[in-house]
């Protein structure tokens, strides 16, 4: 509960130096006062009355009561002081914001056949890929991420969730023996993504397929799965891993890193991501791979709407309530015998 308006609390530096002010050019209107009362004084001085009398210097003698002749001017000065800080109109405010996003559903499909063990991506090119899809999960806020693995077949390993941290879980367990078919079933891993996002009814719908090779696998065209992505309104980004010719895969038996032959057909991936109406991405090491993710972090972003409310208390009224009662107490003095006993 607050303090009644004639608390001294009111006055008090902790409180007055948390106010907001409405009108602030007014405080300027202190620096004013003081130059009233200098001419109050002088014209007093001046224009008052004055009758020759001669006394010796012993008479005159010098009393702390003299100081009450200053008294009335003290309290108009207060006064004038108190009613420009109402004028200022001191408040607090408390600001509330309130933001509301339409999240945005993405799932990252995940290539794990064997040949994303090659390292010209370090560890690997899988490895390389669980640590971008790691921090672009770090840098979503409210969206529902899934994931989905495939090689020669393909399954939902996370459904579309908020918990971030199961997420993570989920990528750190990730490994090539968690599917027994070899191969690369691009298209199967799209008819999951479509099939895990198919009823959802988010703003922006987002697949992001990570593979270094050519559909060799499964019992779905990928362009027939991409379709069919693209009439539920999924938009569709492709990246292809990988370097051409001679790459590092495993190491000999002396330890020495062993060179396998590579190529990548990219014309499937470019024709999924024009049909998802989403872009195409090469990328041959980490850095790229990095910087692919935070293109489409950007891309993706959902638009979030503020609504602020303001909470405003006004506490004028206080300091104008001391005003009267400071201009009510001068007139007193002023319509009264002390003022003269004050004068003299």
């Known amino acids: 509960m607050p303090d009644p308006w004639y608390s001294p609390q009111w006055f008090t530096p902790t409180v007055l130096k948390n106010y907001t002010w409405e009108n602030p050019q007014y405080l300027w209107g202190l620096l004013v006062i003081p130059l009233i009362l200098l001419v109050r004084w002088m014209v007093k001085y001046y224009l008052n009355q004055k009758l020759p009398v001669a006394l010796v210097k012993s008479d005159l003698k010098s009393s702390p009561l003299h100081f009450l002749r200053f008294v009335p001017d003290l309290i108009l000065s207060l006064m004038l002081a108190l009613m420009v800080v109402a004028l200022a109109r001191p408040q607090h405010t408390n600001e509330k914001v309130e933001q509301r996003t339409e999240g945005i559903d993405i799932m990252i499909a995940l290539d794990i056949s064997q040949s994303m063990q090659i390292e010209d991506f370090k560890p690997n090119r899988l490895q390389a890929a669980k640590d971008v899809a790691r921090d672009f999960i770090n840098g979503r806020k409210q969206d529902r991420i899934g994931l989905v693995v495939f090689s020669g077949d393909a399954f939902s390993l996370a459904p579309l969730t908020t918990d971030y941290d199961l997420l993570k879980n989920y990528l750190n ?32 719908k987002v697949g992001i397929l990570i593979s270094d090779g ?131």
Do not use: C, H
């Open 173 to 204: 367990d990730i490994n090539f023996e968690m599917i027994e078919s070899r191969g690369t079933a691009i298209g199967s891993a799209l008819a999951v993504v479509t099939n895990r996002m198919r009823e959802s009814e988010a703003k922006s």
């Open 214 to 344: 050519d559909n060799t696998a499964g019992n779905i065209d990928p362009i027939t799965s991409a379709e069919l992505a693209a009439a539920y309104g999924i938009k569709l980004y492709t990246i292809v891993v990988g370097k051409e010719g001679l790459v590092p895969f495993g190491k000999d038996f002396f330890g020495r890193p062993q060179m396998v032959e590579n190529t990548v057909d990219e014309s499937t991936m470019r024709k999924i991501a024009e049909i998802g109406t989403g872009k195409f991405f090469r990328v041959t090491d980490n850095e790229a791979l990095v910087s692919v993710f935070k293109r489409i972090d950007q891309y993706e972003k959902a638009e979030i709407k503020e609504n602020r409310f303001k909470d405003t208390s006004d506490f004028y009224f206080i300091y104008l309530r001391w005003a009267i009662v400071l201009f009510l107490l001068w007139l007193l003095l002023k319509s009264s015998f002390l003022s003269n006993v004050l004068q003299d």
